[in-house]
């Protein structure tokens, strides 16, 4: 996973680093002055990547499991899997026990009790670096609590694991319960937040706040940057869902990349 080398350096090592090439410059004239300006902007571009407080879109996620902190230029998500909808995959006899005669089932949600997950991301997404491929297992946590998967299934194209995936676009297998089509259960042809994903860009459903529409002027990774229903009249840079019906599944990926955040 590419990171920004500069959100590992602790703060105070550079302002100690700094006070160590003043030093040198008032001491010699040898200090070459290029060398102290590369330090001083790069100490001001940090200055700019340390959140004081978690993004608003946050407080949209489900309480029940999912719990989130800022950790210095980074926010924890920590969740237990467990989605606060409908499935077939709660099984039979759990309250949110939903039944889908047509899914082709895996395994249910508590037999595998195995869904909880943490991811860390950067609070200010590093949109100026190169893109990156997303890869097999969880991309993103979603507003419910659960994972959001790419379009991939065990290296495969998702098509041949389409059967086993419930009315909201998600199943197990193996692993944690996660989404790989639009999450019907919390977003459908709106602009609902979908969830946070692994670079730290909000995803958001078809629609867009800013517009009330389907936007025409997304990047090939469903991204643009506008306001938000969470941006407080900022723009930002946000990913969609692609609003293109994905194969045969009659629905829509939740995201397959590639990330702009990293
Ligand atoms: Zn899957
Ligand atoms: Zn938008």
Redesign the pocket.
């Given at each position: 996973m590419k990171k920004n080398r500069f959100n590992s350096i602790p703060k105070s090592s550079l302002v100690l680093a700094l006070s160590f090439i003043t030093l040198l410059a008032c001491s010699s004239d040898s200090v070459d002055d290029d060398v102290f300006e590369d330090i001083v902007s790069t100490d001001e571009e940090d200055d700019e990547e340390i959140a004081t407080e978690l993004h608003a879109a946050y407080s949209a996620f489900n309480t029940d499991a999912v719990t989130v902190y800022l950790d210095g230029s980074e926010v924890v998500i920590e969740t237990t899997g467990l989605p606060n909808h409908e499935t077939v995959y709660w099984g039979e006899g759990n309250s949110l026990y939903k039944e889908e005669p047509d899914v082709a089932l895996t395994p249910s949600i508590m037999s595998s009790n195995n869904n909880a997950t943490t991811i860390r991301v950067d609070a200010t997404p590093n949109l100026t670096g190169s893109t990156v491929q997303t890869e097999l297992g969880t991309i993103g946590i979603a507003v419910s609590g659960s994972s959001l998967f790419n379009d991939q299934e065990g290296g495969g194209a998702l098509d041949q694991a389409a059967a086993s995936l419930d009315w909201t676009g998600a199943h197990i297998g193996p692993g944690v319960y996660h989404y790989h089509l639009e999450p019907k259960a919390f977003t459908n042809d709106d602009d609902n937040l979908v969830g946070i994903l692994l670079d730290g860009v909000f995803l958001?459903g078809r629609k867009?706040s800013?517009t009330g529409d389907y936007?025409t002027d997304l990047d090939a990774s469903g991204g643009?940057t506008?306001t938000?229903q969470y941006s407080d009249g900022e723009e930002e840079y946000?990913y969609?869902i692609i609003n293109e019906v994905y194969s045969t599944t009659g629905s829509y990926l939740a995201f397959a990349g590639p990330f702009q955040g990293y």
């Open positions: 958001y867009c800013a936007p643009h506008s938000t946000h969609h």
